[in-house]
């Protein structure tokens, strides 16, 4: 395989991986473990097979057309940076997922935990090795959505669901500015490939939008890697399972920000705005994250707030626009991955095995966990900088950093006095955790008695630990090449010359170190005793919390902005919010016909044939009645609007369009079947008898009429005029002619949908499927209306005579009254899927294809429903909609993603004749495929819908077991 297709399996795997970890049975923890050991260890060496292609600075591209006349493509590309940032996604997550397997309870829904963690680890694939910014902006929005479900994994505990409602709202939000800001940078360039973007440094800095672009785009970097004013999101976030915090905080979702900061700083730093923005940002959150975290008592929370200050300096070291800053910070990157993933499992054993992480419960644990304290006490001396650790390393190239000049501006006056602070405080909140949980008095009271885990929940400890050592003390020889090879990638030309080694002389960065060392010694000696018996938060500022504050603005929003525009704009009212809705678009389409100096051409009569324009009479007297009598009957509204249906079909006969035609008839049966249910469930009307209110009702009604008239005739109007409009070369002649050539069938109608314009029937059917499941969602909670849940009339006369004939039971299904056509519909059933089938197959060539026969496929279940009733179908029937409705979208989208393992854009088909044993050739394409899962969602969604209001039946007959009970009772 090469290189390039390596890069799209890197993406794919996890997203496979996930979705069968998702079917696999509950209890089978192993199972997943192993599932998901191996999808993450393929992916790892996968990337170590790419290091000699990017290691000189080259890029491993692949690309996939996607709407090329719009700059748009599916593209994947990898250079030293992302490789770098593949190594920590796919090697920690390895580690991740074996420690996850011990972390885990077997009560715990396991499959869902493993499924989310590798769809989450492909959405932080696809968003490193991305090569074209909407591409990248996509899968940005995909970490938040994953992250979300992950941090919500315990969705039964009221702390994670806020903590996964506050990220998802914060990092989404900044999400969509990063997609605004990245669209303003693909106009400056006029390209939204990446490479393009990275080499128009000068354009975009010069551009008069680089400023709006900057902010744009910092605001979606800073919402993710959690800094100031939105670092608060991130300590809420610690209720999500262990594993899941070791992974966010090292190797994906808060690295996102700070991954975006490098990766656009060849094009975005070096001005003031740059400077003055991140550096306020990221000094602020250095200094307040590592203050907090000192406070904290939870072990989850320092470490969290920890994790917030070193991204800070992560942030500082980018705003310098120094190339040396730049080396510091990604190396940092790197270091804090290790120390930090190590750091967060630690804290999970001891939660795991002392059953609290409580610091003011925690003491002498490395009697019990002797190891697991060295450990963690190595990382956490790496995480404070301590000397032959690789923490020590990048933190004194950032006090280096913070020594030199890069501005006039006060900021940078001050960044030695802000480093040399963070570092103290840095080591008193380290020293505090190895200090407070380990040392000390033996713990009483705990909910445990803590002991060593397995060694293989340790060992993914182990190792990272074995990494911040060997860096610490050989830097050059363990990272060297890996670091060059990251910083050629960002800085190109600009690679300055740096150093690794563990010593350079007694210098000022040095004695930095030293005085951090010295001064967080001191500070926690001095607040020991205090820490010992504080309350979990900061003081001065405990009163002062973001999440605080977040809940207060959500209230605000929803609750004061939204009540006054439900009381001024609302109405419980359909017909008034429809009334605003066509009004809008009535003047979002005249608007610009009015600018453009529209004239509508004088119709004329010539050439008419007088039976079709009797045919539209009909049709227009339907419409006209349907109108009139929806406001008194609606019934007689529906068959009204049935017959308008019909003309419809009729005229596309008439014009020699048997697709649509065919279409257009299944269609009609099964929505006025659907609408004359759903009706079923409507209260009923009643009439206005106060002369008082009988004006306003008039006016009302002539006010809609007009805004009908309006509307319809400029609809009208508009359509005549393109239709008689002179077009020399029309795009059918393109479809007449190619539709056999390139997609290998002679029903042109259907080649359009399943290959010319095939993306558009794929986002189609995946509206329909999300219409299907939101119609199902909104029913599974309506209640039928008081006065529609008598039984009807005919039923009620049947009942009556079966228990007046023959003592039976009053019965409650269609079948008591209707016994003849109730049999017929049954006998159908076969008969409907013949046809569904017939029109399947045939609909490559001839009228028909996959919409046409879902529709088919689904009047035949309809007929089963209304025969039966819900009760009776489903007793015989295992029917499962929503596994139909995955199942089509997930053909349609693989079978569309096949035409990339070929090189070709997405849903390119291929089609060729096959030669069947003792019949003939046949015309086999990949679009039957695709139009197999067309069939599969139609029938699906279509059913789905069909369901949730077949099951307002059985709930009203429930309303009257209740009801009929409580009579029963009262006498």
Known sequence: MTDSNLLLLLILLPFMGSVLAAMLPGDARNSEAWLSGAVTIVAFAITVS?????????????????????????????????????????????????????????KDPVPRFFSFLLAFMGAMQGLVISGNLIVLAIFWELTSIFSFLLIGYWHHNQAARDGARMALTITGAGGLCLLVGLVLIGHIVGSYDLDVVLASGDAIRNHDLYLPALLLILMGALTKSAQFPFHFWLPNAMAAPTPVSAYLHSATMVKAGVFLLARFWPVLSGTEEWFVILGAAGMSTLLLGAFFAIFQQDLKGLL?????????????????????????????????????????????????????????????????????????????????????????????????????????????????????????????????????????????????????????????????????????????????????????????????????????????????SIAALVGGVVLYLALRRYLATCEDGTPFLRNLKGQRIFERILVTLSWRVARWVEANLGTRRLQPQLRLVVFLAFLAGLWPLFRAGFTPPIPTLAGVDPVFAAIWLVGIICA?????????????????????????????????????????????????????????????????????????????????????????????????????????????????????????????????????????????????????????????????????????????????????????????????????????????????????????????????????????????????????????????????????????????????????????????????????PFIAKMPAATALLFDLGVFSLVVGATVLILIALAHQSVRSHRVRAVEAAKIEEEL
């Open 50 to 106: 790419l290091f000699p292609q990017v290691k000189d600075g080259e890029v491993v591209r692949r690309a996939v057309d996607w709407v090329p006349e719009l700059g748009l493509s599916f593209t994947l590309r990898m250079d030293g940076f992302a490789w770098m940032f593949s190594m920590l996604i796919t090697g920690i997550g390895f580690l991740v997922v074996v420690y996850a397997r011990y972390y885990m309870s077997p």
């Open 304 to 512: 969290a707030y920890s994790t917030i200050s070193h991204l800070g300096l992560i942030t500082t070291l980018l705003s310098f626009g120094s190339p040396l800053a730049a080396v510091a910070a990604i190396f940092h990157m790197m270091n804090h991955a290790t120390f930090k993933a190590s750091l967060f499992m630690a804290a999970g054993i001891i939660d795991h095995e002392a059953g609290t992480r409580d610091m003011r419960r925690l003491s002498g644990l490395i009697t019990y966990l002797p190891i697991t304290a060295t450990l963690a006490m190595v990382a956490s001396a790496s995480m404070a900088g301590v000397p032959l650790l690789n923490g020590f390393l990048s933190k004194e190239m950032f006090f280096a950093e913070a020594l030199e000049e890069h501005s006039h501006l006060w900021l940078d006056g001050i960044a030695p006095h802000v480093a040399t602070v963070a570092g103290v405080l840095a080591v008193a909140y380290s020293l505090r955790f190895i200090h407070t949980v380990f040392f000390g008095p033996k713990p009483v009271d705990l909910p445990r008695v803590p002991h060593e885990p397995p060694h293989w929940m340790r060992l993914p400890i182990e190792l990272l630990v074995l990494i911040c050592l060997i860096v610490g003390i050989i830097p050059s020889v363990t990272v060297g090449p890996y670091l060059h090879a990251a910083v050629v990638a960002v800085l190109g030309d600009r690679t300055p010359e740096y150093s690794l080694a563990v010593w350079h002389g007694v210098n000022l960065p040095l004695i930095m």
């Open 624 to 916: 006209l009645g349907a109108a009139h009598q929806a406001k008194y009957h609606r019934l007689a509204a529906l068959v009204l609007l049935g017959g308008a249906g019909i003309v419809t079909c009729i005229t596309f006969v008439w014009f020699s369009a048997p697709d649509l035609a065919v279409t257009q008839l299944l269609v009609e049966i099964v929505t006025t079947v659907l609408i004359l249910l759903g009706l079923r469930w409507l209260p009923k009307r009643l009439e206005e008898v106060d002369n008082s209110i009988k004006a306003p009702a008039r006016m009302r009604r002539h006010r809609d009429f007009t805004l009908a008239v309006l509307c319809g005739g400029g609809m009208a109007v508009l359509s005549y005029t393109l239709m008689t409009m002179p077009v020399p070369d029309t795009i059918a002649d393109f479809f007449l002619l190619n539709a056999y050539t390139e997609g290998g069938g002679t029903n042109v109608v259907n080649v359009i949908l399943v290959d010319f314009r095939g993306f558009d029937t794929f986002g189609e059917i995946a509206v329909l499927g999300i219409v299907a499941l939101t119609v199902f969602a909104l029913l599974r909670r309506f209640r039928p209306a008081a006065d529609s849940v008598d039984v009807p009339e005919q039923q009620r006369i049947q009942n009556a005579y079966d228990a007046a004939t023959d003592d039976r039971d009053p019965g409650t299904t269609v079948r008591d009254y209707l016994l003849v056509p109730s049999v017929i519909m049954q006998w159908m059933f076969p008969v409907t899927i013949v046809v569904a089938a017939y029109l399947f197959l045939r609909g490559h060539d001839l009228p028909g294809g996959g919409f046409a026969a879902g529709i088919a496929m689904a009047i035949g279940f309809l007929l089963q429903y209304l025969a039966g009733g819900a009760r009776w179908v489903e007793d015989r029937l295992r029917i499962l909609p929503v596994k139909w409705i995955g199942f089509g979208l997930l053909t349609a989208a693989f079978t569309g993603m096949g035409s990339w393992l070929f090189g070709f854009p997405f849903l390119t088909s291929y089609f060729q004749y096959v030669e069947i």
